[in-house]
């Protein structure tokens, strides 16, 4: 499926795809409903995402992009704000998506997490901007680890957090290099005692 130079909004779920592929770009989505993702993409190999801009709402549960099951996934050069609904996430990485590209994109006025990257899911976070969320980048349970190179954070209320969300589970990893955290109003990182984050050159 390729969705290029379009505007979709006010659907109930604006785009969502399973299997096969994706190349989305230079396109601008948003709805006022609650959903999973305004683009939700499961189950399939090297999607692209890019040049997009996802407007958000006051829904609860909506996140910009939702991702299950991608491998080789590239989300590049987006905007994502204004999802103030509880428990919204720009980009939710959710679980067994693995070597996925997370870069140059724009995100902010997300109320839980500018970045979520779930339980046996990896990526590569580099040179986003991400401010004013309440995490900025978020990794959760077992096997959920991300290099994050280059990034800025700004004004979160903590800019990478590793944790345990669900029992059992195990903890997340992070590798921060090269990267400004800087006005947070917690906590540049936090990590519990089942997970790990290590910063360098930052």
Known sequence: VRVEYSKIADGKAPLIARGGSIYAAHSEFHTYTSVNGFISLYDMDAPLVEHCVFRGNRAINTDAIDLKGITNGIVRHNEIYGFQGSNCDGIDLGIYSLNVLLEHNLIHDCSDKGISIGSQSNALVRRNVIYDCDLGVALKDSLAVAQIDQNTFYGN????????????????????????????AESSIYFDTKSEILVSYS
């Open 157 to 184: 209320r903590i800019a990478v957090a590793c944790y345990e969300k669900s029992a059992l589970r195990g903890g997340g990893k992070a590798y921060v290099k090269n990267t400004v955290l800087t006005a947070s």
